[in-house]
């Protein structure tokens, strides 16, 4: 059905159109309806029952978000710091710890990675001495051989050197210095904060409070640590290791020690007004529910930069954010808790109403459809956030991944809700039309002026794209840019392929479209920035890509369908390794995952042929021998990505050098996530256009 002309959107998109035209066909729907593999439909209920089942009374969907036990350790160091050894959860964090233990004594960064991380091991073993264990203890000393025959301390990256200065077993001196006046730096200059990555700038703002103050709460006499000093702490090399290069590495290198100086200066003219708008900083960024960004790293930081400046735990600012851990950021595995590192209500929540709209539900086949969508058109955020110093004159439109984030809305989120508002609006009852209508106008706007110069789209900011801070000697860890991505624009152009916004009509769309062309690799895939990886990048691009009306007979969509056909898995899913961030043997090579193979057979179905019919055939197989009784699937695999730990935040050509990011496989400066919704919702919206694709129907877009 068409909806009402006065439909508003933003003046530059055209009116919405219902579909696209009919996909190319090389075969009759009576046919292609019989090549579809037996048991579909049933697999399809079975999996939407499971999604109705698990709607939360609030209307969101939301699955834990695991991380690595970096997250856990960071929350102990924090809690012995404040002197908050005593919390109730302390004893489940350590049994959580201890349960994510490798056999060879250390812990990784991501499920089966081929070798341990350092830096959450240290983090780690710094913990359970925290806690109480003995350095004889087996899980300790298990831990202690891993660290010094894997390079010792000396091998700890910035942040984890931070920890130790915190609890006294590394000298704050020989630490990069993040001056607090780095917040009086006008917008516009090279180093100021909204330079960075919005992750990184929540982060380093209470850093600066951390940093001037020094502080120290010292491990009692029997729980320091120096069995991990074993020739003594005197004689040890404290420096950082000069892994960048280059005149801009050095710059800073230099620009360090002047600012070493200047701390341990006696007079500071510019200080006290510095920390007192760091605070202020903080304070007006806290997330409703105590956290900060709605991550882990300035949320620790965030309770003890308050308290360094005189917030007792006590005051309503330190409270929240020390209860925040008791509700939704926390959860419990096997005897142990763990916390989460994020949180994806509003990502989930789109996500799994995307997979009921693929598989043809309505409002009456799907009554979970009115309170999910009442969630997220009142989740739509219209306050000014950290992205408004860069882009003036245009109110926000965005939603966030999380439930409490209203400083950080992203392009992601807000692409998939204009997926699901768009066509949602069509058979929804009239009286959420208004609101679906303003929210989609004010969505659209906001977008669009997101919009990067090289035509993409990046996740929380435009242009983000500074280099030159990634040469500070204190950006060692995961990425502190946010660049433009194929993954995200895709998702951008296929919700404006929706709403009726094609290479056709739109300078925008086209702009886009250049860029994601721009953007395909030597081997016909996209980089996945946000997914593992280029499985996930074509599971995104080729979508994306479709919905803009680019010419699917195109040789490079033939190329990207090429990739994901060759790199089928024997079983007839589809996987790839994190390690494919490191490694281009690795590339779309992996133990098949449900997740992967989702996007994988979205790749293929996209392209509107029956080429791969075959290839689908088998990839649905696969998905249905795995579908559990609990009618899900299981996935120990971790298929998100947070950091790749390239740095730039973008796709690097390593041509076989790993030496510049001091990491490997183990992605020790990376960060990857099990969102472990993702097994769910994207294997059913793959489920749902195959269906659809066998029988004949036009695809949504």
């Not at 091991?121 to 359970?128: D, F, P, Q």
């Not at 892994?243 to 100086?261: H, M, N, Q, S, Y």
């Not at 950080?408 to 009286?431: G, Q, W």
């Not at 779309?588 to 057979?601: R, Y």
Request: charged share 20%; glycine share 10%.
């Amino acid at each position: 059905m068409q909806p009402s002309s006065a439909f508003p959107f933003s003046e530059h998109a055209p009116a919405f159109r219902a579909s696209a035209a009919a996909p190319r066909r090389d075969d009759s729907a009576a046919r292609a309806e019989q090549a579809a593999p037996q048991g579909l439909s049933q697999g399809i209920q079975n999996a939407l029952d499971w999604l109705s089942a698990n709607q939360r009374e609030d209307g969101y969907w939301n699955g834990m978000l695991e991380s690595n036990c970096c997250m856990e350790a960071q929350w102990v160091l924090g809690m012995h710091f404040l002197g908050l050894m005593h919390d109730r959860k302390m004893p489940g964090i350590i049994r959580g710890i201890l349960n994510h233990q490798r056999k060879d004594g250390s812990w990784e960064v991501y499920y089966d990675a081929p070798l341990g991380d350092i830096n959450t091991t240290i983090e780690c073993y710094a913990a359970l001495r925290a806690y109480g264990m003995g350095p004889d203890e087996e899980p300790v000393r298990r831990a202690r051989e891993w660290i010094l025959s894997h390079g010792g301390l000396r091998k700890a990256r910035v942040f984890t050197r931070y920890w130790l200065a915190l609890i006294g077993e590394w000298p704050w001196e020989t630490l990069p210095v993040l001056p607090p006046e780095i917040i009086h730096i006008p917008n516009g200059w090279p180093f100021n904060i909204y330079k960075f990555a919005a992750w990184a700038r929540a982060t380093i703002v209470p850093l600066c409070i951390v940093s001037v103050h020094r502080p120290v709460n010292r491990l009692a006499p029997d729980r320091r640590l120096d069995e991990l000093f074993p020739s003594g702490r005197e004689d040890f090399d404290y420096s950082l290791p000069k892994v960048k290069t280059g005149p801009w590495a050095e710059f800073f290198r230099a620009a360090d020690k002047v600012l070493g100086l200047y701390h341990n200066a006696p007079f500071h003219p510019f200080r006290f007004n510095a920390r007192k708008r760091c605070i202020e900083w903080i304070l007006q960024h806290q997330d409703a529910d105590g956290a900060w960004g709605g991550i882990q790293p300035p949320w620790i930081y965030g309770i003890i930069a308050l308290t360094l400046e005189g917030y007792p735990v006590t005051h309503p600012a330190t409270h929240a954010a020390l209860d925040a851990w008791n509700h939704h950021w926390s959860y419990e595995r096997n005897g142990g808790i763990h916390l989460q590192a994020s949180e994806s209500p509003l990502w989930d929540t789109v996500l799994a109403m995307l997979a009921a709209l693929d598989c043809g539900e309505t409002f009456e086949t799907f009554p979970a459809f009115a309170p999910a969508l009442e969630r997220v058109l009142k989740e739509q955020i219209d306050v000014l956030g950290d992205w408004s110093q860069t882009v003036k004159g245009v109110p926000c439109g965005g939603w966030a991944f999380q439930s409490q984030n209203d400083m950080y809305p992203d392009v992601d989120d807000t692409a998939v809700a204009l997926i699901v508002l768009a066509r949602i609006r069509k058979f929804s009852p009239e009286k959420y039309h208004a609101g679906i209508d303003a929210a989609i106008a004010r969505a659209i706007k906001w977008v669009e002026a997101m919009q990067c110069e090289n035509g993409g789209w990046a996740a929380f900011d435009r242009d983000n794209t500074s280099a030159i801070l990634t040469k500070i000697p204190f950006c060692d860890f995961g990425e502190v840019l946010d660049p433009p991505s194929s993954d995200v624009t895709a998702h951008v152009l296929e919700a404006f392929g929706i709403l009726g916004m094609t290479v056709k009509n739109s300078e925008v769309v086209r702009r886009a479209v250049a860029f994601i062309v721009r953007e395909q690799e030597f081997d016909g895939s996209w980089f996945g920035r946000w997914g593992v990886n280029y499985i996930y990048g074509c599971g995104a691009a080729l979508p994306g890509l479709a919905a803009a009306g680019f010419d699917m007979t195109d040789e490079r969509i033939a190329r990207a369908a090429k990739f994901i056909t060759d790199h089928q898995n024997a079983d007839g899913g589809w996987g790839e390794s994190c390690g494919s961030y490191m490694d281009d043997a690795l590339r779309g090579v992996g133990p098949s995952t449900a997740s992967q193979t989702g996007w994988a057979l979205m790749a293929l179905l996209a392209t509107g042929s029956h080429t791969h019919d075959a290839a689908i055939r088998k990839g649905l197989g696969w998905l249905l021998a795995t579908q559990t009784a609990d009618k899900t699937w299981e996935e120990k695999e971790y298929t998100g990505t947070g950091f790749p730990g390239y740095g730039l935040g973008e796709r690097i050509n390593l041509k076989g050098d790993t030496s510049a990011l001091a990491q490997g496989r183990e992605l020790a400066r990376g960060f990857m996530i099990n969102y472990n919704m993702y097994r769910h919702y994207f294997p059913l919206m793959a489920m749902g256009r195959a269906r659809d694709h066998f029988a004949g129907r036009k695809p949504a877009h």
